[in-house]
Nanobody
Framework: QVLLEESGGRSVQAGGSLRLSCAASGPTASRYNIGWFRQPPGKEREIVAHIKWRGDTTYYANSVTGRFTISKDNAKNTVYLQMNSLKPEDTAVYYC???????????????????WGQGTQVTVSS
C-alpha cells in the first residue's frame, strides 16, 4: 500500500511559478516510480512528467518540456514538480500516481499506475 498526498496547488498569474509536492508513504513507497498527471476542466487526464524510483530517469510531455522539472528527494520520499512560465492552459487538477518499478510501461498509460493521490488544483489566470 502506498499513500500519496499532493500539495502546493493554488491560483497564479500567467508567467508565474509553482512547486507541487507529492509525498509518498508506505513500507515500499520508495521503490515506486512516480508520475504527475493533470486533468483540465472537461478533458481527459494526461501525463505531465514521470520519474523513476531512483530519481535518475525523467520524462516530460511535449507541452511542458523546458518549463516543468520533476525531481525527487529520496530522503523525504517526496517528488516535486517545479512549474515555471505557467500558461492558462496549464490550469487543471494535478495528480501524482505511483507505478511499480518491477514492470515496464509507458509513462502515459494511466492503467500502469497502482496508486493515486487526491489531486491539487492549479489555476493560471491571464
Amino acid at each position: 500500500q502506498v499513500l500519496l498526498e499532493e500539495s502546493g496547488g493554488r491560483s497564479v498569474q500567467a508567467g508565474g511559478s509553482l512547486r507541487l509536492s507529492c509525498a509518498a508513504s508506505g513500507p515500499t513507497a520508495s521503490r515506486y516510480n512516480i508520475g504527475w498527471f493533470r486533468q483540465p476542466p472537461g478533458k481527459e487526464r494526461e501525463i505531465v512528467a514521470h520519474i523513476k524510483w531512483r530519481g535518475d530517469t525523467t520524462y516530460y510531455a511535449n507541452s511542458v518540456t523546458g518549463r516543468f522539472t520533476i525531481s525527487k528527494d529520496n530522503a523525504k520520499n517526496t517528488v516535486y514538480l517545479q512549474m515555471n512560465s505557467l500558461k492558462p492552459e496549464d490550469t487543471a487538477v494535478y495528480y501524482c500516481a505511483a507505478a511499480s518499478s518491477d514492470r515496464s510501461y509507458y509513462a502515459d498509460n494511466l492503467e500502469a499506475y497502482d496508486y493515486w493521490g487526491q489531486g491539487t488544483q492549479v489555476t493560471v489566470s491571464s
